[in-house]
């Protein structure tokens, strides 16, 4: 396939997206761009802090997530925050 052919093809394809799957392939092309500097960025953390990460992605892969919203209600009053 010839580039016309395949900006063709992806653009018709994104037509017939509904709301939600728009914006997960928005989200995977805004990553996609910006691969190359998101590894730099992973290269300059420690260890430890990439540990961590990859701890929660296994995590939230597993379903072991909560809510934003319960999260922040829980630091708001541990931390005696307003709102």
Do not use: C
Not at 61 to 67: H, V
Not at 74 to 82: A, D, E, S, T, W
């Amino acid at each position: 396939m010839k580039a016309a052919e395949l900006r063709s093809d992806l653009l018709h394809k994104i037509e017939g997206l509904n709301f939600h799957q728009l914006k997960d392939i928005y989200g995977l092309f805004q990553n996609y761009l910006n691969s190359n500097e998101s590894m730099e960025e992973w290269d300059q953390l420690t260890l430890p802090q990439r540990l961590k990460i990859e701890e929660g992605i296994q995590q939230a892969n597993a379903g072991r997530t909560k809510p934003v919203t319960e999260v922040t209600a829980r630091l708001r009053k541990k931390y005696g925050l307003n709102g």
